[in-house]
């Protein structure tokens, strides 16, 4: 799963990962390890993106909030790593290196390569 979006003054990037899953998929999740830090850049700006793992323990998945809706989701829905293949993943590292990690058992944080955003 990869909801995402801006941290709120005074809240932790736990909870607004939380809060962020919630919003997008109706799902309460709790937060679990911090599995990648993603930097994007462009001319204007550069972003962090902090990606954790979490379990879900409440909620349906519902893409009919505000928020989804605001961020253009239409559609959320659980795949297998290998219904994943061919497909165009958001967060790439989904599609890539993610498995093998997770076969690992995440031993550390991955600072992932710094990624040169082609829109902003």
Avoid at 11 to 16: F, N, P, V
Avoid at 34 to 56: D, G, Q, T
Avoid at 64 to 84: D, Q
Avoid at 91 to 99: E, I, N, S, T
Wanted: net charge negative; hydrophobic share 40%; glycine share 10%.
């Amino acid at each position: 799963m990869s909801p995402g979006g801006g941290v709120k003054e005074g809240e932790s990037l736990e909870d607004a990962a939380a809060r962020e899953v919630l919003e997008e998929t109706g799902l309460r999740a709790e937060i679990g390890q911090l599995l990648y830090i993603e930097e994007l850049a462009n001319p204007e700006c550069r972003f962090v993106k902090f990606w954790f793992s979490a379990s879900v323990n409440a909620g349906e998945i519902n893409t009919n909030h505000p928020e989804a809706k605001a961020e253009h989701i239409t559609e959320a829905a659980w795949f297998t790593p290998s219904e994943l293949k061919g497909k165009v993943v958001f967060p790439q590292v989904l599609g890539g290196r993610y498995a093998e990690d997770k076969a690992a058992g995440f031993p550390s944080t991955v600072r992932l390569p710094l990624t040169q955003m082609e829109l902003w």
